[in-house]
């Protein structure tokens, strides 16, 4: 039956042998995968926690309520998607473009954070090159802000086709399938943060130190 | 501009592809978001406890991973898909998991 | 006759959407897998002869003690991107082109999953290519070895290893981009009837290949983005000077470097899955057995990447641990071997190029099979590891087993994609000649090495008494050359002769799967009707059936055949979607940032603005028909 080889369009699904959307499968797919880019380097990090010969080190640098409340903005954000994929899957066409804008906002803010976070461990005497904690922190964080940021770009990027017309009627694929990314870009800080931030670092120095 | 539309059990499945019956409502997913938040609260709060390592580092893992746990099953919406999708994410990640615990073994950095 | 409408819409602005599907233009606008197919297999086929060339340098090299044709320096460069060429450009993209064509066929689909995607991967990895070799040019190519271990490659002050890096992570994401396309394509363009388990073998192996790449290529992507960091950006990743640990690049590029050596081979055993029952005229001894070993090895390729890094001093415990799993993965390879034992067994065995290239290919890999088994044993592999007895075992495995299953898979396919049907004679020319000078210069290897020759060296002296197998060596070597002039003029004498009809190329070897139920080559559309599949091997069976009294086969009846599609008429449209010049776009943005990274920052604001430019231009094109 299958005679139609064209990728998904307008909220309407060509038959696929498991009966799941193309897209989706796929989705899931890549989002699999990336679980094993942030795995190498969150194990990275922890391979090389505390074996820094050189500081700053991160209690000296760390300011623990700060990260929190990026940690909170970032959960919110996921609140805001699923919200928004709510409305339209409702047909709310106007809080759909309110709470996609919201994720888009609670992003930024995200990575305004980090930048202002970054700027302020730089200043405080902590570059990629100072030492171990350096190199691992910013290359870890820094992967995973470039991914917010690309999420946000799509986001931005629904919300100003749905202004322009250009969405589906039902735009709730589309959106489900940014969604799902931004959600596996909130579970990654959700490790990061526990990992990177409040497991407490051992003593400083390289091992047998 | 703003379009009320009820869509009919046909649309929202077309709509997502995979969906079983049972989708949270907003208001559970509100709910959801202020248990991971006060999960967060939580999180903190311990790491500036002065309890034990040997305690507070398998708390925090604990509480990551139920917070990890309630993105992945509600806000992703696994909990209500089709099993196909978690398949994949579960190889993945416990290969990932796996694949990573060895190495770290074999560069000694738990003992 | 079917007629086929192309989705013609215009762009609001400057540029018209591309609607030629033949012509000089429409190869850079394809979607249409089959084209990609032979894209990639053009390509690799390029970079095959330009590894060869680098691999003839090497051997007049080694020819004698105290070689003077290539200084240090320039033999690190070629011997290094001999690999990298040979693995990267060659092996993987050569499969790329056989899974691109033939598992939409195979399957009884229309095309991949995601059709611009497909075109996309493409380009990323000719690009990729492309930018690999432009470091020639630039400075110096990569002669790091195409593992390129740490801290060598960290602190060498050529700009090779950083070009390696980059050149890596572009072709890794055309290689990502096509696991995911082709992986959904399996699972999801399945023709009516077309369980999981009347796949065609070949199909099995490209879907576990997929995976092995969504899943690898992630690791060393971020292997190689922290040895361009150490590089460029002063990182410490693997830096002993700062804490940092070098085994940590080995421990992440084997994590990677072990599953893809299964996905160098994992195609030619899909190959030899193919050939050898058609020429055998008997169904695959074992189907189901040569599906899971299959898995089993995809799966089991994750826990054995330590191997390579026995002599590292990981300690006993690790180098037990994965001494074992290393001799385990050897049993569902065996599996597989007596399975197509069983399968030639009693058959009609047809000796055509196809046939001799697939036994001869096992019988190659069998015996780089063995010597891996020999590596297996730790203490055995101290004695092995970074000498030519190694040097010997991956090429009889991966050329042997894997060459030689492209060159069955040409012949063999062949007619199916260009119409023509390729010289046997020649075939089996190239094929004696080949075999030969396989044997010539990768069997000696095995003595070198264990008489001492190290790998990677740019000579050696006279005293060593390395010298005669060396030059048998570069006999073989030579020969090989001349086997692939042969297979070169084999292309030329093919063309100018004239085509053959259409009905002695639709099905010349009286084959068995889907892909043969279709015209040689196949119309854009692929089937003029989705085939409804009912069995394993159903081609077949739509041409013969057993003979109720005799249980032999007979050729079934002439209209059987129709009766087997669940019958739209034809006539009705079908929609294939339209060719576009997006992936392109987007694809030029890799190289940009790559030159960037290494050169100007400009250059990778710009290669970003390029590639969000296509990413955004192919996200906004429909690709279903406005009514």
């Keep these: 039956m299958a005679d139609v080889a064209v990728a998904h369009g307008q909220g ?11 897209t989706k499968l796929a989705m899931w797919l890549f989002l699999a995968s990336e679980c094993l880019l942030f795995g190498a380097l969150i194990s990275t990090y922890v391979l090389y926690r505390g074996r820094s010969v050189e500081g700053p080190f991160p209690h000296d640098v760390f300011d623990i309520p700060y990260t929190s409340v990026s940690a909170f903005v970032l959960l919110a954000s996921s609140l805001t998607m699923v919200l928004a994929l709510s409305a339209a899957q409702e047909g709310d066409k106007g809080r759909t473009r ?10 930024m803010v995200f990575v305004g954070g980090q930048v202002y976070e970054f700027t302020v461990f730089y200043n405080e005497g902590l570059k990629l090159s100072t030492n171990l904690f350096g190199t691992t922190f910013y290359v870890l964080t820094g992967f995973h802000g470039v991914h917010v940021t690309v999420g946000i770009l799509m986001l931005l990027s629904l919300v100003g086709l749905s202004y322009a017309e250009r969405l589906p009627a039902d735009p709730s694929f589309p959106i489900e399938m940014v969604g799902l990314y931004w959600h596996f870009v909130d579970i990654v800080w959700i490790v990061i943060f526990t990992v990177v931030y409040l497991v407490p670092t051992p003593n400083p120095g390289p091992p047998g130190a | 501009m703003l379009e009320e539309r009820q869509e009919t059990p046909e649309q929202q499945h077309a709509s997502g592809g995979g969906h079983a019956a049972g989708h949270p409502s907003p208001k559970e997913y509100v709910r959801i978001g202020l248990i991971l938040a006060v999960l967060t609260a939580i999180e903190v709060a311990v790491a500036y406890t002065d309890i034990s390592h040997a305690i507070l580092i398998p708390t925090l893992f604990f509480l990551a991973i139920v917070k990890f746990a309630l993105v992945v099953l509600w806000f992703m919406h696994l909990k209500f ?11 993945g990640l416990s290969g990932a998991a796996i694949l990573y615990l060895v190495v770290l073994i074999s560069f000694r950095a738990f003992s | 006759m079917a007629t086929v409408t192309t989705t013609t819409r215009r762009r609001e602005g400057i540029l018209r959407r591309p609607t030629a599907t033949t012509g000089f233009t429409s190869w850079f606008t394809t979607i249409d897998h089959k084209k990609i197919g032979i894209l990639y297999g053009a390509t690799a086929f390029v970079f095959f002869l330009v590894g060869g060339l680098e691999a003839l340098l090497i051997r007049v090299q080694l020819a004698e003690p105290n070689g003077t044709l290539l200084n240090p320096a320039q033999y690190n460069q070629i011997f290094t991107m001999h690999g990298i060429t040979m693995i990267f450009l060659f092996v993987m993209p050569m499969a790329a082109a056989f899974f691109n064509y033939f598992i939409p066929l195979m399957i009884g689909a229309r095309d991949v999953a995601f059709p611009r995607l497909n075109a996309y991967s493409y380009w990323v990895f000719l690009l990729g290519g492309l930018f690999l070799y432009s470091s020639f040019f630039l400075g110096g190519a990569p002669n790091c070895g195409w593992f390129c271990y740490a801290p060598n490659s960290t602190t060498d002050p050529s700009i090779g290893p950083s070009f390696y890096a980059i050149g890596l992570i572009i072709t890794g994401i055309a290689s990502t981009a096509g696991a995911v396309n082709l992986a959904v394509t399996v699972i999801n363009l399945r023709a009516p009837g077309m369980s999981l388990f009347r796949l065609p073998v070949f199909v099995w192996m490209g879907l576990v290949v997929q995976l092995l790449l969504a899943f690898s290529l992630p690791i060393i992507t971020v292997a190689l983005f922290q040895l361009l960091f150490d590089r460029e950006f002063g990182t410490h990743f693997y830096d002993p000077t700062a804490g940092g640990d070098p085994v940590l690049w080995q421990q992440l590029f084997w994590l990677f470097g072990h599953p893809e050596v299964y996905v160098l081979i994992l195609p030619a055993f899909g190959i030899f899955s193919e050939v050898l029952p058609v020429f055998s005229r008997k ?12 898995i089993a090895i995809g799966f089991i390729g994750f826990g054995v990447w330590a191997h390579h890094m026995f002599a590292v001093g990981l300690g006993p415990v690790a180098n037990t641990a994965f001494g074992i799993t290393t001799a385990i993965i050897a049993i569902p390879t065996g599996v597989k071997i007596f399975n197509w034992m069983g399968t030639m067994h009693r058959g009609d065995i047809r000796f055509t190029t196809a046939m001799l290239f697939t036994i001869g290919g096992i019988a190659m890999f069998v015996i780089g099979g063995l010597s891996g088994v020999t590596h297996a044993i730790v203490p055995s592999d101290y004695q092995q590891t970074d000498t030519y007895y190694i040097v010997a075992h991956f090429h009889y495995v991966i050329f042997g087993g894997g060459v030689f299953a492209f060159f069955s898979a040409l012949f063999y396919w062949w007619p199916k994609v260009f119409g023509r049907t390729l010289s046997e004679r020649l075939g089996i020319a190239e094929f004696v000649l080949m075999l030969i000078g396989f044997n010539l210069t990768f069997g000696p290897m095995h003595i070198l090495g264990l008489e001492g020759m190290i790998r990677r060296t740019y000579t050696y002296p006279d005293s060593l008494g390395l010298t005669m197998w060396n030059q048998v060596a570069t006999v073989g070597a030579f020969l090989i050359a001349l086997s692939i002039l042969v297979f070169i003029v084999n292309l030329v004498v093919t063309y100018v002769k004239p085509r053959p009809s259409a009905a002695e190329v639709a099905d010349p070897w009286d084959a068995r799967t889907l892909e043969w139920l279709t015209t040689s080559p196949p119309p854009v559309y692929n089937f003029e009707e989705i085939p409804t599949v009912h069995a394993l091997d159903e081609f077949w069976h739509r041409k013969y059936v057993e003979d109720e009294r005799t249980g032999r086969l007979v050729p079934a009846q002439a209209g059987a055949a129709e009766a087997h599609d669940d019958g739209h008429a034809g006539g ?4 294939m979607p339209s060719p576009s010049f997006w992936p392109l776009v987007a694809a030029l ?18 290669g970003v603005i390029v590639a969000l430019t296509g990413f955004y231009g192919w996200a906004l094109e429909p690709s279903v028909a406005e009514d």
């Design chain 1, 12 to 22: 309407e699904h060509p038959e696929t042998t498991t009966g799941l959307p193309h």
């Design chain 2, 81 to 91: 898909d089709d099993k196909r999708y978690a398949r994949f994410f579960v190889i």
């Design chain 1, 98 to 107: 309110l709470w996609l804008l919201a994720t888009a906002v609670l992003g």
């Design chain 3, 283 to 294: 169904p695959l001894f074992g189907y189901q057995f040569v599906v899971f070993s299959g």
């Design chain 3, 572 to 575: 009705h449209a079908i929609h």
């Design chain 3, 589 to 606: 943005g890799m190289p940009l940032i790559g030159y960037g990274v290494l050169f100007s920052w400009w250059l990778v604001g710009l």
